[in-house]
Every structure is written in C-alpha cells, then in structure tokens.
C-alpha cells in the first residue's frame, strides 16, 4: 500500500542530525505500528510471500498429494523429523506461512485506514491552491489571446467540467482535479482482498468434502458413514448433511481407438445417475468430468474411476461366505487394478486374497500377465491368497496387512495362484478352502462431495477486487491548471498538469486541454496568436 | 498420428523461424549501426555544441506547435530513424514471419479441432505468436525497435525449445480439458505471459541503460556501449515497462480467478495449492511487489526494474519447469514421463 499521492510529507528530508528521544512503551509501539505500516515493509512483506509460497510447491503437500506425502517420506527418511518440525507437508497452513500473510494483512489494515479518512476528506475538499510558478509543473504550455479574461476563465472551466474535472476558482486562475475514482479503486481492491480473505476463512469452517466409491448398481445416501473418507470444517454439525441418495446407474467410458498417438486415451467419462431427495420423485441425472452435479446443498464431482469385480467366496461345503462387489485400484495407464478381498467370516482361519484385475490381459514375454488397452477386451482377475488373522481395528480396503497371515497360493509359493476370467469364472482355492467365483466385472466412479456455502462470499468479493484494480491502475489522476494574466489587452494563457501516479497521457491532455481552449475562443471571438513559450 | 494439415502448420512454423532469424540479424545490424551513428551525434555535437541549442528552437517553431517546457526524452526516437534501413528491413522480415507463424498456428487449430493451446508445444507456438503480435501493435505507438533484437531472439529460443522439446503429434482433448474455460483460462494466461514478455524485455535494456547513465554522470566519458545512446533514457525505460506490465498484471489476475472458476467447476475446488497454482499465485505475489516498488523510496528504478526481471524469471520457471517436472494437477504438457 503506498502513502496516498496527495500526501505532502515526502519530499522533504530534514538535514539536520536525528536526536534519538528516549521512548516509552507507547513509543515504540507507535514506532512499530508505523514500521510495520509502511511501504517498504509492505513490499518485503510481500516478497517474503512469494519466497515463503515455493516449499510447497517442490515437497508434496498433505492437502493435495497425501501419497506423494507418503513416497517422500520413505524415500527422505533422514529429513522427515526436520520437516515435519517446519511443517513442510502444511506449508500453507504453517505457523511461518499464516505469520506472513497475517502480518501483510494488518499492514494492509493499517495502511487502508488512514488513506481512506484521507480520500474521504479529499473527496469533499476543494482542488488545491494554483502554484505561483506553473511553469516548473511536468506539463506546460502557454498561448495568448485577446478579449475578456473572465471570458477565458469561464470558458476553461466550461471545457474542464465537461471533462469531469471537479473545479475551484483562485482569483484568475482555475485549479481543477479528476481521477478521484483511482484512489477509490485502490482503497476497494485493498479492502477487497481482506474480504476474500475473511470469507475463506470464516466459509472454511462451514465445508466438508468427501469421497465415495460408488460402483456402477450402487447407491450412496448422503450420510457422515457413508464415506470412505470426509473432512470437516470446525463448524460441521449432525445437520449439515442433507438428505439424498444418488445411484450409479452407469459409467461410460470411451477411449480414443484411431489415433495411434494417442491410443488408449480417456476421451469421455459419463455417469448416468437417479438422484432421490426426500418428498421428490426419483430424476435421472448426468455427472461428467467438468459437470458436476448439484444436489443437496453440495456439488458432486465425477473425479475417478476404475474397475469392480463382483464375487462370490463360498467354504469348502458351498456355504457362502462373501458375496459382494470389491473396487479394484488401477495402477496405470491401462487400468491394470489392484484389489483385496477380505473374508472375515470364514473358519478356522480367515481369509485374504489379493489381487490384480487386467482389463486386457497378455502375458508379456516373462511370462506374466499385463494390461495393454483400458477397455475390457479381456478381462482376467488373479489372486494370490492368505490364511491367518485379517487383524482388528480399522479396515483398509485396498491393502492386505498380512503380517499375521500365511500365504498359501500364487507366487513365491509353490501352489499357482487363483485366475479367473468372465469365460472361465470358477477357482478352487487351495488346501479345500473353498470356491471362488467371478459373477461379473462392472466399473465404479469415485466421487467427491463438496459442501462449501462460502463460495458466493469469496466469488462476491473477488469481483469487488478486481473492478478496485483495473480502476486504481487505469484511472489517471490529475490537476490541471489555467491560469489568465491580462497584460495590456493581451490575455497570457498558462495551461499546467500534475499526475498523480502513472499518467502515460499527462502532456496529451495538456495540449488536448490548450487546443480546444483556443478553439472555444476563436470561435467566439477570431484567431488567437500562439507563441512559444518563454518568450 | 501426423495429419497433412498438421505437417504443413509444422512447415509454416520452421519458415516462420527461419524469418525471425533473419529479423533478428536485422535487428542486430540495426543496433550496431545505432553505434556508430551515436559515435558522429556525439562528433556533431561537440563540433557545434554552440550552434545547437539554436537549430533546436528553430526547429520547433517551425513545427508551429505550442512546445512543452521541458519536454521528456522522446521515444519517437531522433531525426535520424527513418533512415534506419536495417531496422525497416527486420520489421518487413518479421512482418511477414509473423503471418507465416498466425497460419502455422491456425492450421494446427484446425487440425485438432480445436484451440491450439491444449499442450505445452501449443501453447508456445501461441504465446510466441501473441508476444509479436503485440510487439508489432505496440510499434504502431512508440518506437520500440531497439528492442526488435531481444524480442527475435527470445522468441527464436522459445520456438526452438518448443519444437525440440515440447512438440507432440495432435491428440484429443483429456475428459478434464474438455471446458469452454479451456479457451479463457489458458488464453488470457498467453496474452498475460507475453504482456510480461515486453515489460521483462524493456526492464532489460532499462537496467543497462542505467548503468550506463550512472558511468556517465560519475564523470568517466568512456561510454562503451554508444548504441544506449539512441535508447531513451532509464526513466522513460521503466515507464514503459511499467504500463506494459500493469496490464499483464491484470489479465494475470484474469487468469487466477478463470483458472479458480475452472478449478471449481473440474476438481471440486476453487483453490488446493495445486503445483501449478503455487506459481501462478507466487508470480501475481512478485508482480504485486512490483508495482508496490514504484511507490517506494529507494526501490524505484534499478530495484523494480529487478523485480519485474524477477517476475518473469518465476513466469519462465512456471511454464518450462512446473509443467515438466513438477508433480501437480496440471499435467497437459501431453509429454510422456
């Protein structure tokens, strides 16, 4: 935030040795409040920002790649006690971080403040006196005429009001000002940017975002457990989820097949959901990738997508023993997924397996499998198996901790492990365990959840901020000056201008000001003789 | 998969840069020239200092203008421009590599069907295209033509990096490109960069502009580089650059909240500190700080004219270094890792 350009305390350096008083308390203060106010720390303030912001772009942040969080850490184990001491996985949310941007803001505060009494003030206030010598001011030019002086006048101030000037008459001079609007865009953009900040602070409490995986049949009722995973503003309350439900009707995909650059690629994502609220009929809906679905208060976010195979583990006396749909991960490009099936209820022992999921499976040279197109050209599921205790407490459904398992099927051991195929959907798992059996493959969508009611605020006052920019930088700010002196019968005209800041088009608007001037007068009385100046 | 149409954009688009090479020299010679015809101004001058002032006034009475009393350095250089051959020579090249460069661009738009600007290939070919064609436009109002070589040659080495580096064949658009923001987002980001592009490039030549004035008014006469002569002043310099720079300033700004927009509609979130986010916001932080040192004692001049170069460092980082090697959500440069 600069001093406001009318402010006459710049300029004038006193020469004499500083005395330094002896400060109390409120001294220094004072002292510090101005510091902290001023420009120059402002700016600092600033590139501090700017340097402070680069961390979180080269380690990964918890908020925006957990995983990548994870892999640093495993690969950097020397540094994560440091780094997490600095709290490089939440730079933008560190003490360091909040410290800087804070401290700009109260800078900010503190400059705003002041400067908007001072426009107020300037906004009722007549334009300033005419300096004696307008001659040394950055734009000037002279003309002569003949006539009335108060004629000149009269018609100076007639062309300068129709150019928005505000006007004061100083005996035979007219000091005139515009570009009142420059300093209040500034004020607006300043007070813009602690606006977007409070709402994003204060709507920061109201979310929540959450994530689901629906597979395609599925449906996801709007409920705090029903998520895989949610995370909450401090504001989030039993009553902020409203009621819904959204099934998963289908999810179509289509890759690209002619060109060969690009074979393979997503080329569209569609879900075709029914969407159900309380005291409305069932609607069918569509959610695609840059279309997000608005219900409840939230925005539903079509984000991932992956394949599920649907299985049936039964015992060794055909008694099922799970049943049901088992989302796969994919790994790469070509959706070969990974999966886990955990079978709680099987005896003696529990039961795990683990597996992959090939949507176009070939079996590479090395003799394993491999997926090599994303569609379901031919599909195979395998699975190693685990005996033992799944373990308790939470459950992830993507790992298998198998530390208190045995395995007893698919490599290093010697038994082969399970596959299975749509064409050949039957295994029998080792050691008469049991059967399993591939009912069908389906795709699921990941969804995310928002609820963020703050949107409309920051959106509102970001807008305010930018119309306060493009004003306070496009806007020039400006005093002209006509000056008459009578010398016999020939009137001297002088025509002066000051900027205020940047004013690219200061000289232009003298001469437009001067020209039309003589204009006006000729046309009222004749020719007007122009001289050079300082003649 | 290399269409016909997009082997000719290709062609079009090595003919460009074979022109601009050949502006480029033009400039270059143009600059040396600039040399020695300062060499005999100041030869002239000295010869008849005492008759100077005098042909000066003459001159502007017959202009029969009302004058300015002390007028600025002018931009629209001295008397001797129009006989700039060199320099008419560059910009008729460049001209014409210009309309060569706009049809390589359009036939790879075609080719795609749709913006070219989806990958980092085509967004250079577009960004070097917008920064002449606003080098051009902004010929038509101030004499800018020492900056012809440092434009040519930046242009040269982005061009050429993208066509070795970042070129890849035509391929659709990835389901979260798919977007109408797609067209303003990145567009406004384009016509942002190259506004900073001219700002960067005029606070170049304004720093060496005023360490040249700050030799010659510490009284040491050996002024070695005597083209700067023909530049306007350090002054006049970071004037320019400023105007320029506020106005990449505030399409940047347009950039941030399209992008925020788009985010919203495509990730489920207006801001997530996103790689490629983190810049963006790092470089509107550095620009801010920018036009906050015009107003401040002791940074204006040589400190701004550091920081605009600062800035535009971070912008360079951003586009070359962020979409390659940083891992975020802006992964289009359509290369393979």
């Known amino acids: 935030m600069s001093r406001p350009s009318d402010a006459f305390e710049s300029g004038f350096e006193d020469p004499r040795p500083v005395e330094n008083p002896r400060l109390g308390p409120l001294e220094w203060a004072r002292w ?157 953009f300043h007070t813009g940017l602690v606006g977007v900040l409070i709402s994003v602070f204060v709507g920061g409490g109201f979310t929540y975002t959450g994530q689901r995986i629906v597979a395609t049949g599925q449906t996801f009722v ?103 749909t088992v989302p796969f991960r994919p790994q790469d490009n070509d959706l070969t997924s990974l999966g886990v099936v955990k079978v709680g209820s099987a005896s003696p022992k529990q039961l795990g397996l683990v597996g992959f999921l090939y949507p176009t499976a070939v ?18 599921v395998t699975f190693s198996v685990y005996t033992g205790s799944l373990g308790s407490g939470p459950q992830n ?139 | 998969m290399t269409t016909p149409l997009d082997q000719l954009s290709v062609l079009l688009l090595l003919s460009a840069m074979g022109l601009y090479a050949v502006a480029f020299v033009a400039f270059a010679l143009d600059l040396a020239r600039r040399s020695s015809e300062a060499q005999a101004m100041a030869d002239e001058a000295a010869s008849r200092s005492a008759g100077a002032t005098a042909s000066a006034a003459v001159s502007e009475v017959r202009g029969g203008v009302a004058t300015l009393v002390a007028a600025p350095p002018s931009v629209d250089g001295p008397p001797r421009s129009n006989r700039r051959t060199a320099a008419r020579v560059a910009l008729a090249v460049l001209t014409v590599g210009w309309v060569l460069h706009l049809g390589a661009d359009v036939l790879r738009g075609i080719a795609a069907a749709r913006v070219p600007w989806a990958n980092m290939y085509e967004f250079s070919m577009t960004g070097t295209l ?95 580089v005597k083209l700067l002569a023909t530049v306007p002043t350090s002054t006049r310099l970071e004037n320019i650059a400023y105007r320029v720079a506020i106005v990449g300033f505030i399409l940047w700004t347009f950039t941030l909240i399209a992008g925020a927009i788009w985010a919203n509609h495509a990730w489920g979130r207006y801001w997530g500190w996103d790689t490629k986010e983190v810049w963006t916001f790092i470089i509107w932080v550095i620009y801010a700080g920018y036009l906050h040192a015009r107003a401040t004692r002791g940074w204006r001049g040589n400190g701004s004219g550091w920081l605009n170069l600062i800035g535009y460092g971070a912008v360079l980082f951003n586009f070359g270094v962020v979409n390659v090697f940083f891992h975020g959500l802006h992964a289009y440069s359509g290369l393979s890792s």
């Open chain 1, 222 to 324: 709007n409920e705090q457990q029903a998520y895989d995973t949610i995370s909450t503003g401090r504001f989030f309350g039993d009553s902020s989820l409203q009621p819904y439900a959204i099934t998963l009707n289908s999810l179509a995909v289509k890759y690209e097949t002619r060109n060969l650059a690009a074979l393979g690629e997503p080329i569209d994502y569609t879900a075709d959901v029914t969407t159900q609220q309380p005291g409305q009929k069932p609607q069918k809906r569509v959610i695609k990738v840059n279309e997000p679905l608005s219900i409840g208060g939230t925005d539903v976010y079509l984000l991932g997508n992956g394949y599920a195979a649907k299985l049936t583990v039964r015992d060794a006396k055909g008694k099922v023993i799970f049943g049901g």
């Open chain 1, 397 to 535: 459904v993507y790992t298998l901790d198998t530390t208190g398992m045995t395995q007893v099927a698919g490599p290093p051991t010697k038994t082969k492990g399970i596959q299975l195929s749509p064409a050949d959907p039957v295994a029998i798992l080792p050691d008469g365990l049991g059967t399993v059996r591939l009912d069908g493959i389906t795709r699921f969508a990941a969804l995310d959840i928002h609820h963020d009611p703050s949107q409309g605020w920051v959106g509102g006052f970001v807008v305010i901020t930018v119309a306060g920019l493009i004003t306070s930088l496009l806007i020039p700010r400006r005093r002209m000056w006509l000056k008459v002196t009578d010398e016999d019968g020939v009137l001297r005209l002088e025509y002066a201008a000051l900027a205020r800041g940047d004013d690219p088009a200061l000289e232009r608007a003298v001469a437009d000001f001067a020209e039309e001037h003589r204009q006006a007068l000729e046309a009222d009385r004749g020719p007007v003789e122009r001289v050079p100046a300082g003649v």
């Open chain 2, 130 to 224: 917008i920064i002449v064609g606003i080098y051009l436009l902004a010929l038509t109002r101030v004499d800018l033509r020492f900056l012809g070589a440092v434009i040519t040659g930046l242009v040269l080495v982005l061009l050429g990096i993208a066509t070795v580096g970042f070129r890849v064949a035509v391929s659709p658009l990835p389901p979260a490109l798919q977007s109408y923001w797609l067209v303003i987002h990145v567009f406004v980001a384009i016509l942002g960069t190259a506004f900073f592009t001219l700002s960067g490039a005029v606070s170049a030549v304004q720093l060496v502009q005023a360490r040249r004035e700050r030799v010659l008014a510490a009284g040491r006469t050996a002024d070695r």
């Open chain 1, 363 to 380: 079996r590479q040279t090395t003799g394993a499998l491999a997926s090599n197109f994303p569609d379901l050209l031919n599909p195979i």
């Open chain 1, 32 to 188: 510090a409040w101005r510091q902290l106010t001023s420009m120059r720390t402002a700016l600092l303030l600033l590139l501090a920002l700017a340097i402070a912001a680069v961390p979180g772009s080269l380690i990964p942040q918890e908020s925006a790649d957990p995983n990548g969080v994870i892999s640093w850490k495993a690969s950097n184990a020397a540094f994560v006690s440091i780094a997490d001491v600095l709290q490089l996985f939440d730079v933008y949310t560190s003490a360091w971080f909040s410290a800087i941007y804070l401290l700009l803001f109260v800078s900010l505060v503190g400059c705003v403040v002041p400067r908007l009494f001072h426009h107020l003030k300037a906004l009722r206030a007549a334009p300033p006196r005419t300096p004696a010598r307008l001659g040394r001011l950055p734009a000037y030019r002279t003309a002569e005429s003949e006539g009335d002086a108060e004629h000149a006048l009269a018609t100076g101030e007639r062309l300068l009001r129709r150019r928005r000037y505000r006007l004061q008459r100083y005996g035979s001079s007219v000091s005139a000002e515009r570009g009142y609007l420059r300093e209040t865009g500034n004020l607006v």
